[in-house]
């Protein structure tokens, strides 16, 4: 069965950088895409930006671009969202969650289990 | 870029049937398919209802979605109401610009 399991809870201060991993499993890692999905406290969702698997290819939100940088490592089937020049606004839970790609339509089909970054001095 | 606004709470009781909206800011709801997730407390998203009104597996068929192109809106309906449906629901959508967009989210309670 699909699994995505993220890494733990995380402390950060502002200034600095958070990594975040997202291990899968259960499917051939190459073959989907994976994004990053944040959710401040009591707020929506809100989409970062994802990998292609296979050709290793990101695209970042704009809101994102140069602060936030996704990789991957096939031989570990794991993906990586690095966050830099934290402030308090990114507190949140970060999921990753894996593109089912049909067609000319997608849909988050599975997600991990969160991980909550906390950013404060 | 566009937004999808959608109610921040919607209340009914059991056995009653709700719908929540979703209404797209800019370029039509039709162009671009919607997809809604349902999130319990505590949990990630799951998902509900893609391409508009589509039920992946699993997802009891009192789940049902709709798009309405004259006021650019989509809508999410639960029939049959069970205490077990409270939760967070959110629509999805996308454009050419904007690879993924969510709405607020609707606080569904079930009283």
């Known amino acids: 069965q699909v699994q995505l399991v993220q890494s733990g809870t995380e402390v950060k201060k502002p200034g600095t950088s958070v990594k975040v991993s997202c291990k899968a499993s259960?499917?051939?890692?190459?073959?989907?895409?994976m994004h990053w999905v944040r959710q401040a406290p009591g707020q929506s969702l809100e989409w970062m930006g994802w990998?292609?698997?296979?050709?290793?290819?990101?695209r970042y939100s704009q809101k994102f671009q140069g602060r936030v940088t996704i990789t991957r490592d096939t031989s570990a089937s794991t993906v990586y969202m690095d966050l830099s020049r934290l402030r308090s606004e990114d507190t949140a839970v970060y999921y990753c969650?894996?593109?089912?790609?049909?067609?000319?339509?997608?849909?988050?089909?599975?997600w991990g289990q969160g991980t909550r970054v906390t950013v404060s001095s | 870029n566009f937004v999808l606004t959608q109610p921040h709470s919607v209340s009914e009781s059991p056995g009653k049937t709700v719908t929540i909206s979703c209404t797209r800011s800019s370029g039509s709801i039709a162009s671009n398919y919607v997809q809604w997730y349902q999130q319990r407390p505590g949990s990630a998203p799951t998902i509900v209802i893609y391409e508009d009104n589509q039920r992946p597996s699993g997802v009891p068929d009192r789940f049902s979605g709709s798009i309405d192109s004259s006021s650019n809106s989509a809508s999410l309906t639960i029939s049959g109401l069970k205490t077990e449906d409270e939760a967070d629901y959110y629509c999805q959508s996308y454009d050419s610009s904007n690879p993924v967009v969510f709405g607020g989210g609707t606080k569904l309670t079930v009283l």
């Open positions: 969650a894996r593109i089912f790609l049909y067609g000319g339509n997608f849909y988050f089909d599975y």
């Open positions: 990998i292609n698997g296979g050709n290793g290819m990101t």
């Open positions: 259960g499917y051939t890692f190459t073959r989907y895409t």
